[in-house]
C-alpha cells in the first residue's frame, strides 16, 4: 500500500479520455488499490445469498449464473416497482454536472466514472435500454445501452468505489441521490452473487454474534473490563459498566469498534466516564452488541435483520429508551430506517433526559437519541463537572461525519460539546465541513486495506482540508462522531497531513471530566502526558 | 457525435415544417392544426401517466438529505428550510428549490494546485446564474403567449409585457426574456462543448432538447423582429385552433410554421425524456420529505419479512460461553 508518494497521487489528470464512456472496460489487474475482494462463500452462505463461489475480479469468467441477464432485469422491475426514489433518479437527471467535481473520488482520481452523474448513467443507461420508450427506439442515441458481462463488471468496480456519503445530493437541483442508487446497484448485484467480503463478513458476524467484528460475548466482557482496568489506571478509579442488565432506564448502543481498537476506545472509556459522572441508569448489550449495520451497504434485508435486535433487546431488557453512541451509518441507519423497518417502539417511553428533565421530543417515536445531544443538554444545564484545560495539548478541528450531517443534521451538538471540552478549537474550511463535508473515503464498506490506493485518493479532499488547518492553525487533532472515521481517517490523516491525530469527541470528554474520587491526572485515556514534554527537554 | 446528430435531426424538423408549410392547404392544416392539437394531448396526457407511474411507486423511506442543523434542543436554533422538521419547512424547501434552484446555487468548482498540495473550492454561480434566467424567461415568455390564446387580451398580460420591456429598446420593443432565454441557452449549450466533464457526460438527448429550445426561441424572436409576422392573422389562427374550429393558418409565413412545429415535437418528445425534471423535481424523496424520522414513524407498505437472529437464538448458540462469563440468562 502507499507506495506512491502524496506529491505522486496527486497529480490528478482531469481530463477525459477519448473512448465514450459507453465502452465499458475495466481492467481490474492494473487497477489493484482500487478495488475490493470478492464475499467469501461461507459468508454469503451463512447468510443464504445468492451464488456463493470462489472468484476474483481479475478472472475472465465470474461465474455468473447462466440466466443473469433476466435475473438482473427481474430484479431491476422489481426496484422500479419498490422504490419511487429509483423511478425518479432514473427519469429526471439533466446531466447539468454540478455534481460532476463534487464526489471525493473523482477529485482524488480524475476517473470521469466517478463522477456522481456517470456512476449513476451506468446504471441508467441499462434502465434507459429496458424500460423506457425511448431507449427501446433510440438506443444509444437516447442514452440507452445493452447490458453486457462489461457493463456489470464496471458496476462492480464503481458501485463499490461510491462509499454513499451523499455529498453530491447536496448539490443536484433535483437532489438526486446517488448513496440511493448505488444501493440499488449493490442490491442488483447481490442476486448474481457480486458482492465485497469487507461488506458480507461482518453482516454474517454481526447476524450470528450481535457485532460486525464477531466478537463473542465472553470476549465482549473480557474486552470491556480490559478497557475499564486500563482506565483505572488513568483515573484511579474501577469502573464497573452493566451487561445485559434487566430493568435499566436505558440501552446503550455503540459501534462495535468502540470497544475493540484505538482510537474507538479511548472513546468507549469517555461514554463510561460520563455515565458514571452523572450517575446513569444503563446497561451495555453484548447481544446488541452493535448499532453499526453493515446491512445498509448491502441490501434491505440484511439491513433489517441487523437492526432487529435493537427493539428486541430494548424490549427485553425492559429500558424506558435508548442511548446511541459516536458512529455516522449507524445514524443514518437510527434515524431513517429502523423505526420504518423494525418500529413502532410503542413499548418504550419517549426519551427524558433523568438529570435535565429535557424531553427529546425530535425522538418520540424512535426513542433514540443521539450521545451528542444527550451530552449538550447536559453540558447546557451545567450538570457536568469539567477541567478544559487538560485537552490544551490539543489543537483541535472537527470532522462532519457523512450521515450524522447529511441524513440526521446533527451539526451543532458536536461543535457545542467540543467547545466545552477543549480550548483550541479550529474549522477546517467552509465547504468541507457540515452538508459540505467531504468522506473519509472508507465507508460503506470499502475501508479495506485492498483498496487502499483509492481510499487515500478518496481521502485527498478531507486530508487537504486537514492540511490547511494543521499548517494555519497548528492543528493536531481531528475530532468526528463516526467510528468508521476513526478507522479510517489514521491512514488518511498519516498519509496528506502528518502529525493530526484521530479522535471520537467522548474521548475528549472523558479528558475533561472531574470525576470525584479520581486520583490527579497526569495523562490523558491514551495514557499519553497531560503536558507534553518539551523536545529540547526530551532525549530525542 | 451526438452533438451533430442532434443538431441535423432539429434542421430536419425545421425544415420538414417550412417545406410543409408552402406546398399548400392540407399540409398547412396539418402542421398549423392538427399537429400542434396532437401533441399538446400528448404531451398532457403523457406528463400524466409519467406522473401516475412514478406515484404508483411507494416511498418506503423517508431519506431527506439534511443540508443544514435539524430540529432537536430547543436552545439550538434548527434550519427549516434546510432540515425541514415539518410540511411548513418542507414547502419553503420546495419553493426555494423549484422557484429558485437553491441546490445549484450552492455550485462550487475544484482548483487542484498540485505542487503545492492545494485544493480549493471557488464559487461557481454561472450555471445557476443561466439555468434560472433560461427558466424564468421561459415561463414568462409563455405567459406572454396568452396574448395569442385568450380575447381580450387579460391586463397581467399587458402587465407582463410592459415590465418585460421595460428598457424600450427597437420597434417592436425587445423583451428582456427574449434575450435571457437566448443567452441562457446559448451558454447552458457552450458549457456542453468548452468543459470536458460537461461534454464527456453529454448525450444525444442532452444536445437534441437544447437544439430544439433554441429552434423554438429563434423563431420566436425572427417572428418578432425580423421576418415579422403578421399578428392580426396569427391570433386570428391560434384562436380558431383553441376553440376547436380549427382552419388552416393564412398569411403567417413559413417562420410561424417551423415554431409551432418545433413547439409540438418538443410536446411530444417532453413526457419521454429528460424534461421529465419539471413534474419530476416535486417528487424528490430527498426534498420532499420533513427531517422528522425520529419523530414520526414512516410505515413502509412492502417492509421486509425478514426477522434477525433472536435473543433466544443467540443465547443457545452461546451458551456454555454466556454461563462460563457469568452472564445471567434467560434459560439456564
Known amino acids: 500500500m502507499a507506495e506512491k508518494s502524496p506529491q505522486e497521487l ?265 455515565f458514571e459522572h452523572i450517575g446513569l441508569d444503563y446497561t451495555l448489550s453484548s447481544y446488541a452488541s452493535d448499532g453499526g449495520n453493515f446491512g445498509l451497504f448491502n441490501s434491505v434485508e440484511n439491513l433489517k435483520r441487523l437492526n432487529w435486535k435493537i427493539y428486541q433487546e430494548a424490549r427485553r431488557l425492559g429500558v424506558k429508551w435508548i442511548l446511541g453512541g459516536e458512529c455516522g451509518h449507524m445514524w443514518r441507519v437510527m434515524h431513517q430506517y429502523m423505526d420504518t423497518l423494525n418500529g413502532p417502539a410503542d413499548f418504550l417511553e419517549v426519551p427524558r433526559s433523568p438529570f435535565t428533565g429535557t424531553v427529546f421530543s425530535n425522538t418520540a417515536s424512535t426513542k433514540m437519541v443521539h450521545i451528542c445531544e444527550f451530552t449538550s443538554d447536559l453540558l447546557r444545564h451545567g450538570k457536568l463537572k469539567l477541567d478544559k484545560s487538560r485537552n490544551d495539548k490539543y489543537r483541535v478541528t472537527f470532522h462532519d461525519s457523512c450521515n450524522p450531517a447529511r441524513a440526521v443534521g446533527l451539526l451543532e451538538e458536536p461543535r457545542y460539546v467540543l467547545k466545552n471540552v477543549c480550548n483550541h478549537f479550529f474549522e477546517m474550511p467552509e465547504n468541507t465541513i457540515r452538508e459540505h463535508t467531504f468522506c473519509c473515503a472508507g465507508g460503506a464498506g470499502l475501508g479495506n486495506d485492498e483498496n487502499m490506493e483509492m481510499r487515500l485518493r478518496g481521502g485527498l479532499p478531507r486530508g487537504n482540508a486537514l492540511r490547511w488547518v494543521r499548517d494555519h492553525n497548528d492543528v493536531n487533532l481531528m475530532t468526528c462522531i463516526c467510528a468508521i472515521d476513526r478507522a479510517t481517517l489514521p491512514p488518511l490523516a498519516n498519509y496528506w497531513a502528518p502529525g493530526v491525530e484521530i479522535a471520537g469527541i467522548h474521548e475528549l470528554v472523558g479528558n475533561a471530566l472531574i470525576m470525584e474520587g479520581e486520583n490527579e491526572r497526569t495523562t490523558d485515556l491514551r495514557g499519553l502526558p497531560l503536558v507534553p514534554e518539551k523536545e529540547e527537554q526530551g532525549d530525542v | 457525435m451526438g452533438a451533430l446528430i442532434s443538431l441535423f435531426a432539429v434542421a430536419v424538423l425545421a425544415v420538414l415544417a417550412a417545406v410543409g408549410a408552402s406546398v399548400g392547404d392540407g399540409p398547412r392544416f396539418v402542421l398549423g392544426v392538427i399537429v400542434p392539437g396532437v401533441a399538446f394531448a400528448v404531451f398532457l396526457a403523457g406528463i400524466l401517466y409519467r406522473v401516475i407511474h412514478w406515484a404508483a411507486s411507494p416511498v418506503p423511506f423517508r431519506i431527506p438529505t439534511t443540508t443544514g442543523q435539524a430540529r432537536s434542543l430547543p436552545w439550538i436554533r434548527n434550519n427549516e428550510l434546510e432540515a425541514p422538521s415539518g410540511l411548513l419547512g418542507v414547502l419553503g424547501r420546495m419553493a426555494l428549490e423549484v422557484l429558485f434552484f437553491r441546490s445549484l446555487f450552492r455550485n462550487t468548482r475544484i482548483e487542484l494546485l498540485p505542487e503545492k498540495q492545494k485544493l480549493s473550492y471557488l464559487a461557481d454561480k454561472t450555471l445557476w446564474a443561466a439555468a434560472l434566467a433560461f427558466h424564468w424567461a421561459m415561463l414568462i415568455s409563455i405567459l406572454r403567449h396568452f396574448r395569442f390564446f385568450v380575447e381580450p387580451v387579460p391586463v397581467w398580460v399587458d402587465w407582463l409585457e410592459s415590465a418585460d420591456g421595460f428598457f424600450q429598446v427597437g420597434l417592436p420593443v425587445f423583451f428582456a426574456t427574449s434575450i435571457l432565454y437566448l443567452v441562457g441557452l446559448a451558454y447552458l449549450l457552450a458549457r456542453r462543448f468548452i468543459d470536458p466533464k460537461v461534454r464527456y457526460i453529454s448525450l444525444a438527448s442532452d444536445y ?35 376553440s376547436f374550429q380549427a382552419v388552416a393558418p393564412v398569411g403567417v409565413g413559413v417562420w410561424y410554421f417551423v415554431h409551432v412545429f418545433l413547439v409540438s415535437v418538443l410536446f411530444v418528445y417532453f413526457p419521454f425524456s429528460k424534461l421529465l425534471h419539471a413534474p419530476g423535481v416535486f417528487l424528490s424523496p430527498t426534498r420532499n420529505l420533513a427531517n422528522s424520522n425520529r419523530a414520526r414513524r414512516h410505515v413502509n407498505p412492502w417492509n421486509p419479512e425478514v426477522v434477525g437472529h433472536s435473543y433466544a437464538e443467540w443465547e443457545e448458540e452461546f451458551h456454555d460461553k454466556l454461563k462460563a462469563s457469568g452472564y445471567a440468562l434467560e434459560k439456564e
Open chain 2, 208 to 242: 437534441f432538447a437544447l437544439y430544439l429550445l433554441l429552434g423554438i426561441g429563434l423563431t420566436g424572436f425572427l417572428m418578432r423582429h425580423v421576418e415579422k409576422v403578421d399578428v392580426v392573422q396569427v391570433k386570428a389562427a391560434i384562436a380558431g385552433w383553441a
Open chain 1, 10 to 274: 496527486i497529480q490528478i489528470d482531469f481530463t477525459p479520455p477519448p473512448r465514450n464512456w459507453m465502452n465499458p472496460a475495466v481492467d481490474f489487474e492494473a487497477r489493484r488499490g482500487t478495488w475490493s475482494y470478492p464475499a467469501a462463500v461461507k459468508n454469503l452462505d451463512y447468510l443464504g445469498m445468492p451464488n456463493p463461489r470462489e472468484w476474483s475480479p481479475t478472472d475472465l469468467d465470474w461465474k455468473l449464473p447462466p440466466n443473469w441477464k433476466q435475473i438482473i432485469h427481474d430484479g431491476f422491475e422489481d426496484l422500479l416497482k419498490k422504490y419511487r426514489s429509483l423511478k425518479i433518479f432514473m427519469d429526471i437527471c439533466v446531466r447539468c454536472g454540478a455534481c460532476a467535481d463534487k464526489c471525493h473520488f473523482y477529485i482524488g482520481s480524475g476517473d470521469p466514472k466517478n463522477m456522481p452523474v456517470l456512476r449513476a448513467e451506468l446504471l441508467r443507461s441499462i434502465y434507459r435500454q429496458d424500460f423506457t420508450t425511448m431507449g427501446r427506439i433510440f438506443g444509444s442515441l437516447a442514452g440507452g445501452r445493452e447490458l453486457t458481462e462489461e457493463v456489470l463488471k464496471e458496476w462492480y468496480y464503481y458501485f463499490f468505489q461510491c462509499t454513499e456519503c451523499r455529498r453530491c445530493s447536496v448539490y443536484c437541483p433535483y437532489g438526486i441521490d446517488t448513496a440511493e442508487v448505488t444501493m440499488m446497484a449493490r442490491e442488483l448485484l447481490n442476486l448474481v452473487g457480486l458482492n465485497i467480503n469487507w461488506i458480507l463478513e461482518p453482516v454474517a458476524n454481526c447476524q450470528r454474534t450481535g457485532n460486525h467484528l464477531g466478537i463473542q460475548p465472553h470476549t465482549y466482557k473480557d474486552n470491556v473490563e480490559f478497557l475499564c482496568d486500563e482506565l483505572a489506571d488513568v483515573t484511579g478509579i474501577k469502573l464497573d459498566p452493566p451487561i445485559n442488565r434487566k430493568g435499566a432506564e436505558v440501552l446503550f448502543v455503540i459501534p462495535s469498534a468502540d470497544y475493540f481498537a484505538d482510537p474507538g476506545t479511548y472513546t468507549f472509556c469517555g461514554y463510561l466516564m460520563l
